[in-house]
């Protein structure tokens, strides 16, 4: 049997398949283009297509389901695509060709952690029975940036230069400023990390208006390596915990306090360091929620509005990584608290979103 020849592109991964010897290896791009989808495009020569019939690609691992896609065969390619595949460890892909009889004619398999939607090298072994190919492949950037829409009060990407010391408000309302954050890489671009008190703030007391009925604050959070999870931290918030999301011991909360009057509702969560994480919390119509990647940890039936803090800008303003002791009594937090690990994508609505 002869090789497969590969040849390279720069988004689609390109297998040509032809009559050659068997030295001859290329290195192709497998790519993932959007939302974690691995697509494949091989295309065939007389020869090969003659001698193939099927062809799919499975991914799998230990805590996600088994992703199982058929390749479409015609005169000129194969092709095909697997889609959603999750964040997570030990993502094992293979890709298998088969003859006219049935039998695998060509067989290919990797092992790749998908911890984040940054480029991840990927490397196949398709094994014939005479010979060998090499595929050397990009699981692509795809960027799950949040929206911007007219329910959004404010939104951080975090995206600007690592030398800058202000951060944009995509609703060119309320500019931000380091206070000791460190830029570094994220979930989706640019983020910002914290340790030992570091922390980044919005010094205004009306990016949410008093009376606000429905609400979402959320973003993307990753633990470091110095990460407690039997400490307490905070993630993002106003001072006044009038709306802020804090950890403590294995439990997410969410508070919405009202002056004195101490509002929350908490969900208990498995995390890891150095994985990432998307938190959301709302408030309005379905009384207060707390998520942790889209799935529901907490809920109580506080229907009450949002309501700023008489008491001025300086309990009203949003913190990144950080928060004054103030307001958190409620949920047994009496120091200042800060975060170990980087937060990215940041945005408030004045909508229900989950």
């Known amino acids: 049997m002869k090789t497969l020849k590969v040849t390279l592109s720069v988004l689609i991964a390109a297998l040509t398949m032809s009559a050659c010897s068997t030295s001859d290896t290329n290195n192709p791009v497998l790519s993932n283009i959007t939302d974690r989808t691995l697509a494949i495009s091989i295309p065939l020569s007389k020869e090969a297509s003659a001698n193939v019939s099927t062809a799919q690609i499975i991914v799998?691992?230990?805590d996600m389901?088994?992703?199982t896609a058929p390749l479409v065969i015609?005169?000129?390619t194969i092709s095909g695509s697997v889609t959603n595949i999750p964040l997570g460890y030990s993502r094992k892909i293979e890709i298998s060709v088969y003859d006219k009889n049935g039998i695998i004619a060509y067989f290919g398999e990797t092992s790749v952690d998908v911890l984040s939607n940054k480029p991840i090298s990927v490397t196949i072994q398709l094994k014939p029975v005479k010979g060998t190919i090499i595929i050397n492949g990009t699981i692509v950037e795809a960027y799950n940036e949040f929206t911007l829409d007219d329910k959004t009060l404010?939104?951080?990407?975090?995206?600007?230069?690592?030398?800058?010391?202000?951060?944009?408000?995509?609703?060119?309302?309320?500019?931000?400023s380091i206070g000791g954050g460190i830029r570094t890489d994220g979930y989706s671009k640019g983020a910002l990390s914290f340790s030992n008190g570091k922390y980044a703030s919005f010094i205004s007391d009306t990016i949410i208006p008093t009376g606000?009925?429905?609400?979402?604050?959320?973003?993307?959070?990753?633990?470091?390596s110095t990460w407690d999870s039997t400490s307490s931290y905070a993630i993002f918030g106003n001072n006044g915990a009038r709306c802020l999301l804090v950890y403590k011991n294995k439990q997410f909360y969410f508070l919405k306090n009202h002056d004195n009057i101490f509002k929350?509702?908490?969900?208990?969560?498995?995390?890891?360091?150095?994985k990432w994480y998307h938190l959301a919390a709302t408030w309005g119509s379905n009384g207060m929620r707390i998520f942790l990647d889209g799935?529901?940890?907490g809920s109580n039936t506080d229907?009450?509005?949002?309501?700023?803090?008489?008491?001025?800008?300086?309990?009203?303003?949003?913190?990144?990584?950080?928060?004054?002791?103030?307001?958190m009594e409620g949920v047994g937090i009496y120091s200042t608290t800060g975060f170990e690990g980087t937060i990215d994508e940041i945005r408030i609505s004045k909508t229900e979103r989950y």
């Open 154 to 176: 404010a939104l951080y990407r975090l995206n600007e230069s690592m030398t800058a010391t202000a951060l944009l408000d995509e609703t060119a309302r309320s500019v931000g």
């Open 60 to 62: 799998f691992s230990a």
């Open 264 to 274: 929350h509702v908490s969900g208990t969560a498995s995390t890891v360091s150095n």
């Open 295 to 297: 799935k529901l940890i």
């Open 74 to 76: 015609s005169s000129s």
């Open 303 to 327: 229907k009450s509005a949002y309501q700023r803090s008489s008491r001025g800008i300086s309990e009203n303003s949003f913190y990144i990584g950080m928060k004054t002791y103030d307001g």
């Open 65 to 67: 389901d088994t992703i």
């Open 212 to 224: 606000t009925a429905n609400g979402t604050v959320e973003c993307y959070f990753k633990w470091s």
